[in-house]
């Protein structure tokens, strides 16, 4: 298979699965839960094993206690999806939020700059998704991770399809 179309196919695949999670958004935020959790678990056993090539035992004893802690979250995330997906809803519009703040805060150090109102709207279209994930928790969490999860694999899709057309043109 050429590499042009290789990657054509994997962004075929991967905007149909965005266009298949935005019409599903509740089983594509539990996927997305789920996907995290195993990650940790992957994770934290990876910590866990790597601890014993570490040099001296307190190195070993602190990655060892990292990488439990990582596993047992992963374990936790993974025996209760719902507790997760509201706890993962949590982060998001606080770190929507905290990067409105920042951004905020950054827009007035470039004030007499063409940059100003760029990061101004940003800032403001953080604070506004982080309060409309606000005002509509919990209901909010059962669709917002599935509708990033969307949005992602549809842009992820639109460029590799993007990339495919440019390797195909320069091969041909």
Known sequence: ?????SVQVLGAMSLVLGLMALFNPVKFTITAELIAAWSLI???ASQIASAFAQGPWKARTSVSALGLLTLLLGVYLLSRPVMGVLTMTMIVASFLLLQGVGKALLAFRFTKT????TILISALLSLVLALMIFNNFPE???????VFLAIELIA???NLLAVGQLIRRDHS
């Open 42 to 44: 992957f994770v934290g």
């Open 140 to 146: 909010s969490a059962l669709t917002l991770l599935g």
């Open 1 to 5: 298979m050429k590499k042009s179309t």
């Open 114 to 117: 063409s940059a100003f109102w």
């Open 156 to 158: 992820v899709g639109i």
